[in-house]
T-cell receptor, first 114, second 113 residues
């Protein structure tokens, strides 16, 4: 079974631009979570989607948004990029939200904002 | 609120020596606890998890961790370090209320030949 895939793997943008990152979960997984990893703040939860609905959101500004499609694939968007948005963005998928299910992580998208 | 604290941002051991990475948790409910490993330019890989069954949990690559409620600890150990163990290790607790993992700040393990 294929793992979680994230595209692109690397991205370079300039301040003020916007960016869209994509995550394809493991087949059959319906929950997708996003995390931001930076040297200063570590791993922080962005949001979680289940059946196309955002169920939980972390403490990030409204510039960070996401969505989930009917096939469970998810995208996250960051508008008006700032230098501090440079980070590794990790996506994780799990079977469902009804009970704890192990979260499987993708390789991440490394975003650099210049 | 739930949290985890990892003691030591960097740990250095000799190849063949014991690996001990420390994690303490805070939780008002019985916690689900995890250790993840991250190699350079990769995502997170689950090493092991504690979900209220046996307190001694065995994981992949020879790692194990013991849940100690009295000490609110979940330290990760491996009897004999291998060069390939050099990576960053994260302890995490699962927050049921928001269905998210709360991570510690990470410990970078260096293995000396």
């Amino acid at each position: 079974k294929a793992g979680v895939t994230q595209t692109p793997r690397y991205l370079i943008k300039t301040r003020g631009q916007q960016v869209t990152l994509s995550c394809s979960p493991i087949s059959g997984h319906r929950s997708v979570s996003w995390y931001q990893q930076t040297p200063g703040q570590g791993l922080q939860f962005l949001f979680e989607y289940f059946s196309e609905t955002q169920r939980n959101k972390g403490n990030f500004p409204g510039r960070f948004s996401g969505r989930q499609f009917s096939n469970s694939r998810s995208e996250m968007n960051v508008s008006t990029l700032e230098l501090g948005d440079s980070a590794l963005y990790l996506c994780a998928s799990s079977l469902s939200q009804q009970d704890y299910n192990e979260q499987f992580f993708g390789p991440g998208t490394r975003l650099t904002v210049l | 609120a739930q949290s985890v604290t990892q003691l030591g941002s960097h740990v250095s051991v000799s190849e063949g020596a014991l690996v001990l990475l420390r994690c303490n948790y805070s939780s008002s409910v019985p916690p689900y606890l995890f250790w993840y490993v991250q190699y350079p330019n990769q995502g997170l890989q689950l090493l092991l998890k504690y979900t209220s069954a046996a307190t001694l949990v065995k994981g992949i690559n020879g790692f194990e961790a013991e849940f100690k409620k009295s000490e609110t600890s979940f330290h990760l150990t491996k009897p004999s370090a291998h060069m390939s163990d050099a990576a960053e290790y994260f302890c995490a607790v699962f927050a049921w209320s928001s269905y998210k993992l709360i991570f510690g700040s990470g410990t970078r393990l260096l293995v000396r030949p």
